[in-house]
């Protein structure tokens, strides 16, 4: 089954608001990244975590191995954080990565 | 139900030699990308392919790295000659199209090591 289950599939945000995307492991991971994708189809690094949070600007993320589940906190929300969001998660036992399925966000006005 | 499949899964060579990485997209998926992982610099986008058409080649990979896709279930990633610093996972995608819209199916992956 699958190992990365990331929620919501879409989210629709009005500008100045926030909100979280979530991903939950079906098995331990070592570590999980974030990425936007881009205009062109790139997917930007958004965050690197083996444990713990990070913050950058308006976004944070949080990761706990043993609860099993990460997470991508948008504040302040603005147009331009538009696009398709993952996650992926590094299995213990190896260093491929486990890609959850997307979070489409929609800023509104 | 066919994802899309990666081979092989392990490669190491020599420096010096050519190797080529094989990628079979989902059936029906007309965008394929090419990206690199390392713990250094994330996942970095190496080529982009639409219905078969090369859209995007990333700009430091251009000089040993050369993408193809001679049909639309099948691509193909040569690297010539190969470095140690080419040691990466490499990964293929693919999805419907439309950049911002689709979601990405990605294949499993090949771990390459350069000696």
């Known amino acids: 089954g699958d190992q990365v289950e990331q929620s919501p599939s879409a989210l629709s945000l009005h500008e100045g608001t926030g909100s979280a995307l979530r991903c939950n492991f079906t098995t331990t991971m070592r570590a999980v990244q974030w990425f936007r994708k881009n205009s062109r189809g790139s997917l930007i690094n958004l965050f690197y975590?083996?444990?713990?949070?990070k913050e950058n600007g308006r976004l944070k993320s949080a990761f706990d191995s043993k609860e099993r589940y990460s997470t991508l906190h948008i504040r302040d929300a603005q147009l331009e954080d538009s696009g398709t969001y993952f996650c992926a998660a590094e299995a213990d036992s190896n260093y491929q990565l486990i890609w959850g399925s997307g979070t489409k966000l929609i800023i509104k006005p | 139900d066919a994802g899309v499949t990666q081979t092989p899964r392990h490669e190491v060579a020599e420096k010096g030699q050519t190797i080529i990485l094989k990628c079979e997209p989902v059936s029906g998926h007309n965008d394929l990308f090419w990206y690199r992982q390392t713990k250094i610099q994330g996942l970095e986008l190496l080529s982009y392919f639409r219905s078969k058409s090369l859209m995007e080649d990333g700009g430091a990979f251009k000089d040993r790295f050369k993408a193809e896709m001679l049909n639309s279930s099948f691509s193909t990633l040569k690297i010539q000659p190969t470095e140690p610093k080419d040691s990466a996972v490499y990964l293929c995608a693919s999805s419907f199209g439309g950049a911002l819209a689709e979601t990405l199916y990605f294949g499993s992956g090949t771990r390459l090591t350069v000696l």
């Open positions: 975590l083996a444990s713990g949070t």
